[in-house]
């Protein structure tokens, strides 16, 4: 799915910047492992950039923060320092709060929840909003639902939770206030810094993808880890407004139809690797897995109620309001 508003994507603009014999070189800023859905289908979209433009685009991924940590991604990509970022939709939320919708714990009940919330209304209204900072989404891409991990006990109720720190996304004050809202001290973080701060016990938990855990070795600093599934947790793929016009149109025209069918890929490599991770830890002794029955999964959506009303008060009742009619 392409999620450029399809007026724009087609819009016929000055090109002064790139001249069709010019070589493209695209770097592509991205802060997980390379063996993650977002690693692997920057890759692949890397790869097949560069077959189908005969070697006049070159994609050139930078995964593991290597180039720009979470904090400094969004600044690289409007200097021109880098061309593609994907970050967590969390991350968004200083630029746009009205993003935090999609961090509200238990708003979707599973992925395509998300992704027809995506490509409706309430999906497009934040899609044109990025349009305001003059960037554009190309994609929306999956990593999965969050579980939480820790390494002082098997949590089980929210009030286990309690007096315990836990790292979070850095700019989104929803999930801040989530784990305010338990007793809990949030301690926002770039994803780079995570590994170190629950090694050192500067935090005692945090919450994540599984894909993410497995692929960091959380799990050799996290003995515990709760199936929650409280939070969705996707990327947006964003490019510089201007710059993407400034790209010769029959190559713009490859990348979007290498982004969509990239995207179709990245779903369901989401799924597959965050079902093969989960495996591998439950068969990994330094984890034990607790799993929650309805009757307590309802508790820590009861929990987590009071969050609602919180960004409602951040940026109106409106869109949470249509977010939840579109629900039922
Ligand atoms: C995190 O910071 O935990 C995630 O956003 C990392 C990522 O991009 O999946």
Known sequence: ?????????????????????QKLVIKFSHVV?????KGMAAQRFARLVQERTGGRVEVQVFPNSTLYADGEEMQALRDGAVQIIAPATSKLAGLFPSWQLLDLPYAFVDTEAVHKTMAGPVGQKLIRSLEEQDLL????????????TNNVRPIINPADVRGLKFRVMINSSVLKEQFKMLGAQPVPTSFNNVYRLLEENKVQGQ??????????KFYRVQPYMTVTNHGYMGYVVLVNKKYWYSIPADIRDILHETMAEVTEWERARAAELNELYYK?????DAIKITTLSPRERVAWEKAFYPVYDYLAREI?????????????
Not at 137 to 148: E, P, Q, R, S, Y
């Open 1 to 21: 799915m392409i999620l450029v508003m399809s007026g724009c994507a087609k819009r016929v603009v000055d090109n002064e910047q790139i001249s069709p014999e």
């Open 33 to 37: 492992a390379e063996n993650t859905p």
């Open 137 to 148: 989404a190309l994609a929306f891409w999956d990593n999965g639902f969050k579980v939480l």
């Open 207 to 216: 919450e994540n993808t599984l894909s993410n855990i497995y692929s960091k």
């Open 280 to 284: 591998r830890l439950r068969n990994n």
């Open 316 to 328: 109106g009742a409106e869109l949470i309001d249509e977010l939840l009619r579109e629900k039922n």
